[in-house]
């Protein structure tokens, strides 16, 4: 069983910034793609990121543009999400999964239906 494991998430005031982790021992990542997802409460999981595998493409939904960077390091087998500027809707439980190479990230989205592998989640409030 693949174990997919997310962390770094807490609590943050508006204007703060976060660094989310996501990782496994049972996958290189290097030879996968990676999205990070969130899910608010009442609210469907939405795909917000993403690396995409071989070539590295990424895409940002609108509403993290420019506040929101993924990035891999391959030494440490990681795929982080540095989120700053951050705000109150921000607030959900944010999801990592992995997905074939050349599935699930594209330029302009990022497909759910392909990702295979999900973690358990961890829980980013920003809060005054």
């Known amino acids: 069983q693949v174990q997919v494991v997310e962390s770094g998430g807490g609590v943050v005031q508006p204007g703060g910034s976060l660094r989310l982790s996501c990782t496994t021992s049972?996958?290189?990542?290097?030879?996968?793609?990676i999205g990070w997802f969130r899910q608010a409460p009442g609210k469907e999981r939405e795909g917000i990121s993403c690396?995409?595998?071989?070539?590295?493409?990424?895409y940002y939904t609108d509403s993290v543009k420019e506040r929101f960077t993924i990035s891999f390091d391959n030494a440490k087998n990681t795929v982080y999400l540095e989120m700053n500027s951050l705000k109150p809707e921000d607030t959900a439980v944010y999801y990592c999964?992995?997905?074939?190479?050349?599935?699930?990230?594209?330029?302009?989205?990022?497909?759910?239906?392909?990702?295979?592998?999900w973690g358990q989640g961890t829980q980013v409030t920003v809060s005054p």
């Open positions: 999964a992995s997905a074939q190479a050349g599935y699930g990230c594209y330029a302009q989205t990022s497909i759910r239906s392909d990702y295979d592998y």
């Open positions: 049972a996958l290189d990542l290097k030879y996968y793609t």
């Open positions: 690396i995409g595998n071989p070539n590295r493409i990424t």
